[in-house]
């Protein structure tokens, strides 16, 4: 049977309709795969931002306390030694430093990579620094010891020069008592000055213008030679000292006691080893001259060397 031509129409726009629809729907497969593919990549992409974030913030935090740390373990090795602290304070400057960079770039999101790269640097600036710590340590460790034998070497050499500087004085002492000089034979008298200038001897307390007083000092080989001052002591029956003349001093330094000591007249004398006798006189102020035993006390360089007394009524 003979179809006609408006079947044969029909028959021919069904086949483009079809065919139309089945390119519609390719093409509609095709864009939903694209789109599955695309949507895929996303997902991974944004995962792998995510553990990126989520991994420098654990850098981050490790980080602040690490360096929390670090500054608290190099502040307590401060104080020992300037060395030591010049060191600390460049390791303090150059560990912070780095840690501040590392702080910027987590806080611009940089590559998790070019982070850890400078992570890797600050761990090996930290380890380098402490190596150079530990044998700064050690090295003064050697020197504290040394120091240690040294100070024991000179306590011990401090002891034996106060043990010789003992001795020393011991015999520079014994040496110095060995030189006092020592009188012996000594008197004492009382005069009176009669109207014509004259003395003559007197013991009586009320009448007595004048005590003199005669004694040797002694030879001494010991005791140096020259000029030497002698000094007399009148102590009266009160136990005053009478006083010196108003051109002399009035006292002289005992060295045997380390005093100041008063005394009533002095005379110099050129000593030479040799036994040496030595007169002296005092003049009384006035007439009113207490009665009862009158000691006279003599000393040479210092110390003392004998005494006489006499007796006024």
Known sequence: ?????????????????????????????????VLYVDNGQLKAENAEKVQQIES???????????????????????????ELDRLLVSAKEDINGKSKKISILIKDNASLKKVQKQVAELKKIKSGYFNRIKELEDRLGLLTT????????????????????????EMERKVEIASVLRVEKATALGFKKTKSGKLVKNSNAGKVDRLTFSFDLVENKVAEKGTKTIYARIINPKGETLPAPASESGTFNNTDSNVTLPYSVSKLVDYNNENLKVDMSYDFANDKNAKGLYKVEFYCDGFYCGYSQIRLK
């Open 1 to 33: 049977m003979t179809s006609s031509p408006n079947e044969n129409k029909h028959k021919k726009n069904q086949v483009i309709a079809l065919a139309a629809t089945g390119a519609i729907m390719t093409g509609l497969f095709a864009g939903s795969t």
């Open 56 to 82: 420098l913030e654990s850098i981050g935090k490790k980080l602040k306390s690490d360096l929390l740390q670090i500054n608290e373990e190099l502040s307590s090795m401060q104080g020992r030694n300037k």
């Open 146 to 169: 040394q120091n240690d034998e040294l100070r024991r070497d000179n306590e011990s050499l401090q002891d034996k020069f106060d043990d010789l500087s003992a001795r020393y004085s």
